[in-house]
């Protein structure tokens, strides 16, 4: 009987211990609830990651779009050019196509006309000339636009032009003189055109110089119409040497031509290298300009 007792009292604490156990495993199975303050970071977290994937998919590169770029370059020109008028210009025009470098030439080709055929050619000189230069500063500005070309590359053509056709003026003046009497010419109205007014009334740099300057105006605060009276000015002015070309050149000895002429040449090669540099200037602030330096 006691035996049976005690084997019973073992089998009752087994099934108690069994029964602990497997309450116990199943307590530990069971997931706790994450906690209030975790969750919150967890949340906030991707807020933030979210809101941030957001703000560099809408940012994108600053890309200066073509009306910045020309407002800001206009500026850029304006504070190059400041303090470059109408004098300058006007200078300009005299040094490219003035009145200096006709006297000879227009002497040469009248040399045996008569005064009213030397009054002719001069009055058809002038008034060809003029319209000429007039229609090319009217026209080639268009044609710039239409061709997309840069004032900048203008001024570096332009430059280059004058500064090889002075530099070899200024050395020209190093030359041995020739004391063969050169053939003369049997004045007629047939000169007007040439060689009258083109090469010696409107030389090729002359005309590349009204073409920079008239692209140039528009940039410029200067009044449009003030070139056009400045080279009318201009053309009035070979006028009126031409009429009196051969008084002027009896009173004005060679000599004094000839140093004129080397002056006026000398000032010529800095005219072309300041536009070369101009140029270079000009699309140095692009450059930087568009890189953002």
């Known amino acids: 009987m006691g035996r049976l007792l005690r084997i019973l009292g073992i089998a009752i604490a087994s099934a108690y211990f069994a029964s602990m156990l497997a309450l116990n495993s ?34 994108q590169p600053a890309i200066p779009v073509k009306a910045e770029i020309d407002a800001k370059t206009q ?39 008569d005064p009213a055929l030397r009054r002719q050619l001069a009055l058809r000189g002038f008034g060809i000339s003029t319209l000429v230069i007039f ?19 203008m001024l570096i053509a332009t430059g280059i032009i004058l500064f090889l056709v002075a530099l070899r003026t200024v050395l020209a003046q190093y030359n041995t003189p020739t004391t063969k009497d050169a053939t003369p010419v049997n004045s007629s109205l047939k000169l007007t055109i040439n060689p009258l007014v083109f090469p010696s009334i409107l030389t090729p740099y002359g005309i590349a110089v ?28 070979n006028l009126g040497v031409m009429l009196v070309a051969h008084p002027l050149l009896n009173l004005i000895k060679p000599v004094t031509l000839r ?35």
């Open 210 to 237: 009204v073409v920079t300057m008239s692209a140039m105006f528009g940039r410029m605060a200067i009044a449009p119409g003030s070139m056009f009276l400045l080279l009318l000015l201009v053309m009035v002015l």
């Open 135 to 153: 229609a090319v500063a009217l026209l080639c500005q268009n044609v710039m636009k239409s061709w997309q070309i840069d004032l900048s590359a």
């Open 259 to 293: 140093v004129l002429g080397f002056v006026f040449g000398v000032m010529q090669v800095a005219l072309g290298l300041d536009m070369i540099l101009t140029g270079v200037k000009l699309e140095a602030i692009a450059l930087k300009f568009l890189l953002g330096l």
């Open 26 to 59: 199943a307590t530990a199975t069971i997931p706790k609830p994450p906690s209030p303050s975790l969750a919150t970071d967890f949340i906030g977290q991707t807020a933030i990651i979210s809101a941030q994937a957001m703000e560099s998919s809408r940012v």
């Open 75 to 113: 500026v850029l020109f304006e504070q190059l050019f400041d303090g470059f008028g109408a004098f300058n210009i006007l200078i300009i025009f005299l040094l490219t196509v003035g009145p200096l470098k006709l006297i000879v030439p227009f002497v040469k080709l009248t040399a045996n006309a």
